[in-house]
């Protein structure tokens, strides 16, 4: 088993304003495209906001959750090579390939409601 490289708090610190950076302009996009692409996009929007919730965290915590995680250790690659990073994206593509990715309008609609209620608190 190969070893994985190991990272500082500064390295660690850039992957999440990078990580964060690339949301918000996923969020600029949702703005400026409108509601019915948004509405389009939901699948995709709420993957990113479950993605993103592990880089919300206090910076030990995510370095402790993702430092063995492979997939996300590549995002300091992109910050070696280019910006802006595409971590959620390629997680998004990953993702969307699963059998069991398709979940119901209702599903969906449940989900959308729970983070509006989680984040009105």
Not at 67 to 76: C, G, H, R, S, V
Request: net charge negative; glycine share 0%.
């Amino acid at each position: 088993m190969s070893k994985l490289p190991t990272y500082n708090e500064q390295q660690w610190q850039r992957a999440v304003d990078a990580v964060m950076q690339e949301y918000q302009a996923y969020l600029d996009e949702l703005h400026e495209q409108g509601v019915d692409y948004t509405i389009k996009n939901a699948r995709k929007l709420l993957i990113y906001q479950d993605l993103i919730a592990e880089w919300q965290h206090k910076l030990p915590t995510v370095i402790s959750d993702l430092e063995d995680n492979k997939f996300a250790l590549t995002i300091f690659n992109e910050i070696k090579t280019h910006r802006p990073t595409t971590l959620l994206q390629r997680a998004y593509e990953d993702m969307s390939s699963w059998s069991n990715f398709n979940p119901l309008p209702i599903t969906l609609w449940l989900q959308l409601s729970e983070d509006a209620t989680i984040s009105q608190y």
